[in-house]
């Protein structure tokens, strides 16, 4: 037995709840994951997991020596990453989750550059907007735009988004372009709205201009809880947007979305970069939150490849 596979074995079978998924996210067999873990008992002399056919749970033991597992292994990946040519050169795999049109319009585009500068780094990239399960989906880290209300998560605060409103020239010319945001209440003004992950409602929005502020509360069309289909539906004209504008660039650049409310500003979405504060944050995880932070302090493209404005405030 390998003690360190077995470490490894076991503490991914405590963070995916499951003998199968620790065996998936680790590449190895179902049988070789148990072995793996059985044999660790066997050495320790403990029981490590209860586990019966429809749950499996940590013992007391199991517990305590998970976490004494989780900082060994971490202290060993850094002792690895701290020799000059690891550090210098990151490299694995890494999982991550990000918002499908952050992924469309900015970080696909820029990954060539990325891994021209660490070519021996592989992305798993999960494009969503869901909420994921970091440990049970075994994801390095998400990055979302919005408050993190997950207590439980580690994040990194790496931007904040501008944010805008825009109609389609089809809604502008049936309905007109609403001026003031009591417009959108009690009228036949429409929203298209996006169905927030956790709850499944759809927020309002809350704008301002000197000292008047508003939480805008409209009806809508159609509901969406993605980000491209959102996008899709207001260049329809099924209502007005809420976008931060890199999403919107490109498209009024070409006449398909108009800027609504121009005199009236939104708080800014914050971007964050979430990870699970059992999991070490490793040599590549690290560069590539360090990437996104100078990526998107970089500007907006035009249609034509001219530079509009920041991503960020």
């Known amino acids: 037995m390998d003690r360190f596979d077995a470490m490894r074995a076991f503490s991914r079978v405590v963070e995916a709840g499951s003998?199968?998924?620790a065996a998936q996210t680790l590449q190895m067999s179902k049988t070789t994951v148990t072995q793996l873990v059985q044999q660790l008992?066997?050495?320790l002399r403990v029981k490590l997991l209860h586990r019966t056919t429809r749950k499996l749970s940590v013992t007391p033991d199991g517990a305590a020596y998970y976490e004494r597992v989780v900082r060994l292994l971490a202290d060993m990946d850094d002792a690895e990453t701290s020799l000059s040519s690891a550090a210098a050169a990151p490299k694995g795999r890494l999982r991550v989750d990000v918002p499908s049109p952050l992924a469309r319009l900015v970080l696909?585009?820029?990954?060539?550059?990325f891994h021209a500068r660490y070519p021996d780094i592989q992305f798993d990239m999960g494009v969503s907007d869901r909420m994921v399960d970091l440990i049970g989906d075994n994801v390095d880290c998400v990055v979302r735009g919005g408050e993190i209300t997950d207590q439980s998560l580690m994040a990194r605060h790496v931007g904040d988004l501008q944010i805008?409103?825009?109609a389609a020239p089809s809604y502008v010319e049936r309905l007109g372009a609403p001026e003031h945001p009591r417009e959108m209440e009690n009228t036949d003004h429409r929203i298209v709205g996006f169905m927030h992950p956790r709850t499944?409602?759809?927020e309002p929005r809350t704008m301002h201009c000197g000292n008047e502020r508003i939480e805008v509360k409209s009806r809508y069309v159609l509901a969406v809880d993605d980000g491209n289909a959102y996008l899709e539906a207001g260049l329809a004209g099924l209502g007005v947007l809420w976008l931060p504008t890199y999403m919107a660039a490109?498209?009024?650049a070409r006449?398909?979305?108009i800027p609504v409310f121009e005199q009236w500003r939104f708080d800014p979405m914050p971007l964050y970069v979430a990870?699970?504060?059992n999991r070490h944050v490793s040599a590549k995880l690290r560069v590539f939150i360090d990437w996104i932070v100078e990526l998107m302090k970089k500007p907006v493209p035009r249609a034509n490849g001219e530079p509009l404005h920041p991503y960020l405030l």
């Open 19 to 21: 003998f199968t998924k």
């Open 41 to 43: 008992e066997a050495r």
């Open 108 to 113: 696909v585009p820029a990954l060539p550059a």
């Open 164 to 166: 805008g409103a825009y």
């Open 200 to 202: 499944g409602m759809v």
């Open 250 to 252: 490109a498209h009024q």
């Open 255 to 257: 006449g398909e979305l």
């Open 275 to 277: 990870f699970s504060p």
